[in-house]
């Protein structure tokens, strides 16, 4: 399996910025696909960006154009860059490894967006 760890989240203002990082136990180019998702309270968890091995990025409308997913292998981690933030972007944010050794979830790092 693959550990994964959240951190970075926090409260920030309106039109504010955080980055978040996801550090995996393993490398994190021999995962096929590193994502981030969120859940805000009562609502479904929804996707919100993708990075593949070979380093082809995606993203949810919702966040197109404000936020960004990057990597550095070598410390094995994954980050959310997350620009123009809205109270609506307020959730547990959660990052998942899909790979040979399964699906795996890291514990979340909450958002609030909030004046």
């Known amino acids: 399996q693959v550990q994964l760890v959240e951190s970075g989240g926090g409260l920030v203002q309106p039109v504010g910025s955080l980055r978040l990082s996801c550090a995996a136990s393993?490398?994190?180019?021999?995962?096929?696909?590193m994502k981030w998702y969120r859940q805000a309270p009562a609502n479904e968890r929804e996707f919100v960006a993708v990075i593949t091995s070979g380093g082809t990025t995606n993203y949810a409308d919702s966040v197109k154009g404000r936020f960004i997913i990057s990597r550095e292998s070598a410390r094995n981690t994954v980050y959310l860059q997350m620009n123009n933030l809205k109270p609506e972007d307020t959730a547990v944010y959660l990052c998942k490894a899909e790979s040979i050794w399964g699906n795996n979830w890291g514990q979340g790092t909450q958002v609030t967006v909030s004046s």
């Open positions: 393993r490398n994190i180019l021999s995962i096929n696909a």
